[in-house]
């Protein structure tokens, strides 16, 4: 069975700071994807950054990056230089690529302290 | 500008009811998706659709049915509403994955029902 693993019910992080949101899954299907997304206080959805299961190199857009380690199985999210808005749930998600069902895990939430 | 629209934002119904909620997409998806979100469990998939009259049960569709007569068109399906089934319902599509990589969901603004 599927599963996305979050251990990191919520997390305090300075302003400026690099912040890492940890997500581990589990999956016998050899080709998959990863995605993460961000949930504000106004409840949307946003897509932030996919990364692949053969993708040679870690997916980056911007100040997200996404440390992969296919053999941990453990896809982290990585957000450089952390700003007030930045603050909201996190969440991981994955999609096998022999179905289209995509299962999230249980989210993190991000707090920005100015 | 994609999007995926869930037809109320805020709905109160009471015990035993039938509840409705509808969700409509105008990017041409295959997939379409219910999830159920609670505080600390995360999204949880209810059903999953990948064709019109196509469906797939997700990890907790007691209680709920689903139906897709069109493809822009997937329908939730409360058939007696109980107290645990207040929640937020998102509604979310995707085109399909086979060969194209990178095929992320785009979700609706959420449904908040209450049940009294």
């Known amino acids: 069975a599927q599963k996305i693993t979050q251990t990191q019910p919520g997390m305090f992080v300075q302003e400026k700071e690099a912040v890492t949101l940890d997500c581990t899954y589990d999956t016998s299907d050899p080709s998959y994807g990863l995605f993460w997304y961000k949930q504000p206080s106004s409840g949307e959805m946003i897509f932030l950054i996919y990364?692949?299961?053969?993708?040679?190199q870690n997916a980056t857009e911007g100040r997200y990056s996404l440390n992969f380690q296919k053999a941990r199985k453990s896809a982290n999210l990585v957000i450089s230089a952390s700003q007030l808005g930045d603050s909201a749930m996190y969440f991981c998600a994955m999609r096998p690529n022999r179905d289209d069902k995509i299962i999230f895990g249980k989210g993190t939430r991000l707090h920005i302290l100015p | 500008d994609v999007k995926v629209t869930q037809s109320s934002r805020y709905l109160v119904k009471r015990t035993g009811e039938k509840v409705f909620l509808e969700c409509v997409q105008d990017?041409?998806?295959?997939?379409m998706f219910w999830y159920r979100q609670d505080p600390g469990l995360g999204l949880r998939l209810i059903y999953f659709?990948?064709?019109?009259?196509?469906?797939e049960k997700g990890d907790i569709p007691e209680g709920y049915s689903v139906s897709r007569e069109k493809k822009e068109r997937f329908s939730l399906i409360l058939e007696s509403a109980s107290t645990n089934q207040t929640s937020m319902y998102l509604c979310a599509s995707s085109p399909t994955g086979t060969g194209v990589p990178n095929t992320e969901a785009f979700f609706g603004q959420g449904t908040r029902l209450t049940v009294v």
């Open positions: 659709s990948y064709d019109v009259k196509m469906k």
């Open positions: 990017m041409d998806h295959e997939n």
């Open positions: 990364q692949g299961s053969y993708d040679q």
